[in-house]
């Protein structure tokens, strides 16, 4: 079964995809194969420094991130930018969440899909891919909590200022948004033990629907 689960920042996304891969579920993790798919040397890279100039790596061939950002999300024509950025990551990601799911499930490779049948696309930016992303879901899950909440964990645990941690909530697609193309929501305002709880209970459903 395939399912994916997404979640506004500091929700707990990360931490509940830890636990799902405790119990058994099988991970593709799209921050990791986005930033793959733009290492030193990759089809990617190139394709990027085709489209935006050789300003978009340092010295060591390595992809600027910060000046990229800030091409895509703040500079002139950002939008057309970040479409076109999208246009060359989003389908090689695909590609190799494809191929990451083919190897999971082949069991000449891996013994996996006999014992574990759950698959999870790990997307935190799926509301912005939902139309364009050639997966179907089973279940989308979102890990949600209080805005206030999130600033918080961001201030605590990543050095950021409150202002700092609004605006990066505010660069995402909302509470509203996700929930919208959710069916199962895990609640992280309440306690770990909490959380895991419920979502040990949602993995034992989704064992019995295999
Ligand atoms: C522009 C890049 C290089 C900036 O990297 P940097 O490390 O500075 O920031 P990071 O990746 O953590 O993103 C910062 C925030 O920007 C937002 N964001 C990132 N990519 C996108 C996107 N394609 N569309 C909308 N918002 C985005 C997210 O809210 C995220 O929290 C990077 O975000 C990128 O390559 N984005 C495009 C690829 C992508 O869509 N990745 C998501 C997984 S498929
Ligand atoms: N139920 C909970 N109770 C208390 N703290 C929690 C809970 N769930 C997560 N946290 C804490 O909140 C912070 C953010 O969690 P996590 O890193 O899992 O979020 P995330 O949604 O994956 O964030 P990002 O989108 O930035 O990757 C972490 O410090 C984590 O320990």
Redesign the pocket.
């Known amino acids: 079964m395939r399912i994916a689960i997404t979640g506004g920042?500091a929700a707990g996304k990360s931490t509940v995809v830890a636990h799902l891969k405790e119990l058994g579920a099988c991970v593709i993790d799209?921050?990791r194969?986005?930033a793959e798919v733009?290492a030193p040397g990759s089809l990617g890279l190139e394709r990027i420094i085709s489209t935006f100039g050789i300003e978009a790596v340092d010295d060591d061939g390595r992809?600027r991130?910060?000046w990229?950002?800030s091409v895509?999300?703040g500079g002139k024509q950002h939008r057309h930018m970040?479409q076109r950025?999208?246009a060359i990551?989003?389908p090689l990601?695909y590609e190799q969440a494809a191929i990451l799911e083919s190897m999971l499930l082949d069991s000449d490779v891996n013994d996996a899909a006999e014992t574990t049948p759950i698959i999870v696309h790990d997307?935190?930016?799926l509301t912005?891919?939902r139309d364009s992303i050639p997966f179907t879901f089973r279940h989308v899950i979102t890990v949600e909590a209080p805005v206030g909440m999130r600033v918080q964990r961001m201030v605590s645990t990543r050095h950021m200022s409150p202002e700092e941690a609004n605006a990066?909530i505010r660069?995402?697609s909302s509470e509203q948004q996700r929930l919208a193309i959710a069916d199962i929501v895990i609640d992280s305002a309440v306690s770990f033990e909490q959380m895991f709880e419920c979502v040990d209970r949602i993995y034992a459903e989704l064992l019995q629907e295999t």
Do not use: G, T, W
Request: glycine fraction near 0%; charge should be positive; charged fraction near 20%.
């Open positions: 920042i799209y921050d194969l986005a733009v992809l991130r910060k990229l950002a895509v999300f970040l950025l999208n990551v989003h990601v997307i935190p930016l912005e891919v990066r660069s995402q």
